[in-house]
């Protein structure tokens, strides 16, 4: 099964679907885009012809159905999640879903009770854990909680004088998410959970990838439509801060990362260039090319993002053609794909599997819940530890 092409089927057949995934469906080896279905038929032949599908629905039902089916790609609004990833998972299908995994945490134990009970793949669409960039600023962090700063302070009043104190053990991550609030689409000012579930789900999820312990408290402060502070409190006493903004201007990088531990500092810019300080052993400045932009700009990292985007006010400005619509960087879109097509042909592991996505769906729902209560609220451990239960044996001994 390794070299054979997953034949599949995507749902849903927006600006995402066509924006990214029917893309990598069809430029990977891996896949082969052989359905697509959305309720508007127009916009399922405007795919399929585009992208090279074979079949086209209006009807998700006659994708699961479908035996020519190897999996499912579902780009649909949160209003079909359960359903959906239900019914394929239980036909055999792995799925692969766009975030958020689902918008009650009944939903989202009804998923992953159907993931354990088929023991189908699922994995969501946190692709930003993909992302090269991530993956490099993820390993500095990891190696500064293990070794810390290869030398002292500049100025070290500490040394010899005392032990570390319980706040220098613990890590520190802040993640800034500027946003422009004219580029969304209308349900997200009218949807129950707002833009905290529907888009922070995915900072959320890095927040408890990128930690070494697990969240005990979360605390929101703002509307869930937007402009809010979210606090996440972790079990050894660490933090993360994720601040958004609905009112910035898409010119200026979306997202900065900054993580401390040990010591050593290291920051993400816009996935394009990784700055850190006091690992010795490791570069400085790493630079990571944009994904879309590139072809304005001779420079690397933070100068190409910013000089791209100059160049390009300027063609919108004198009314010229546009090359691209926008300049942006590679958030791991393609990888993520890619490496849960590898994992469902038996070469690798899940990137984003379904229990790291029910834990984020439960503490994201508890942050929109704080938020309206105006109150930090407890994660408890049924929030994001799920015994793994062998149906099969159970059924032989209990039934």
């Known amino acids: 099964m390794k070299d054979t092409p997953l034949r599949a089927a995507v749902i849903g057949c927006g600006a995402l679907a066509n924006g990214a995934h029917l893309p990598t469906l069809q430029a990977s080896p891996i896949f082969d885009p052989h359905m697509v279905c959305d309720v508007q038929r127009e916009k399922a032949e405007y795919a399929a012809d585009k992208w090279g599908a074979k079949t086209i629905s209006t009807n998700w039902r006659e994708v699961v159905e479908n035996s020519d089916i190897d999996l499912v790609v579902l780009c649909t609004h949160i209003d079909l999640r359960s359903e959906a990833i239900c019914a394929a998972l239980e036909a055999g299908k792995p799925v692969y879903s766009e975030k958020p995994l689902a918008s009650t945490r009944e939903e989202t134990m009804r998923i992953l009770r159907a993931a354990d009970d088929t023991a189908t793949?699922?994995?969501?669409?946190?692709?930003?854990?993909?992302?090269?960039?991530?993956?490099?600023?993820?390993?500095?962090?990891?190696?500064?909680?293990?070794?810390?700063?290869?030398?002292?302070?500049?100025?070290?009043?500490?040394?010899?004088?005392?032990?570390?104190?319980?706040?220098?053990?613990?890590?520190?991550?802040?993640?800034?998410?500027?946003?422009?609030?004219?580029?969304?689409?209308?349900?997200?000012?009218?949807?129950?959970?707002?833009?905290?579930?529907?888009?922070?789900?995915?900072?959320?999820?890095?927040?408890?990838?990128?930690?070494?312990?697990?969240?005990?408290?979360?605390?929101?402060?703002?509307?869930?439509?937007g402009n809010f502070t979210e606090i996440l409190k972790y079990a050894d006493g660490s933090q993360t801060t994720l601040m958004h903004s609905m009112v910035g201007n898409f010119d200026y990088p979306k997202e900065l990362f900054e993580a401390s531990a040990l010591h050593v500092s290291v920051c993400l810019d816009h996935y394009v260039e990784i700055r850190q300080r006091g690992l010795e052993s490791e570069p400085g400045t790493q630079y990571f090319p944009l994904q879309v932009g590139m072809e304005l700009t001779d420079k690397q990292g933070m100068p190409a993002f910013w000089e791209a985007c100059d160049k390009l006010q300027e063609l919108r400005g004198s009314g010229g053609e546009l090359p691209i619509p926008n300049v942006s960087p590679n958030k791991g879109h393609r990888e993520h794909l890619e490496s849960f097509g590898r994992h469902v042909r038996g070469d690798g592991p899940n990137p984003c599997p379904a229990r790291d996505t029910a834990a984020v769906t439960n503490v994201t729902m508890k942050l929109v819940q704080s938020a309206r209560e105006g109150r930090p609220l407890p994660v408890l451990p049924e929030d994001i530890d799920f015994p793994k239960a062998n149906w099969e044996e159970m059924r032989k001994n209990w039934f």
């Not at 854990?129 to 810390?148: D, H, I, N, Y």
């Not at 927040?207 to 408290?217: G, H, I, N, R, T």
């Open 121 to 225: 793949p699922l994995c969501v669409g946190h692709n930003r854990r993909s992302s090269p960039a991530m993956q490099e600023f993820k390993r500095l962090f990891e190696k500064a909680r293990e070794v810390g700063a290869d030398r002292g302070a500049i100025v070290d009043r500490v040394r010899g004088l005392r032990e570390p104190i319980r706040e220098e053990l613990q890590t520190q991550l802040f993640i800034r998410i500027n946003d422009d609030s004219r580029t969304w689409k209308h349900w997200a000012f009218w949807d129950e959970h707002g833009i905290m579930l529907s888009e922070m789900t995915h900072f959320v999820d890095l927040a408890m990838w990128l930690m070494p312990s697990y969240p005990v408290e979360v605390y929101a402060c703002g509307s869930p439509r």
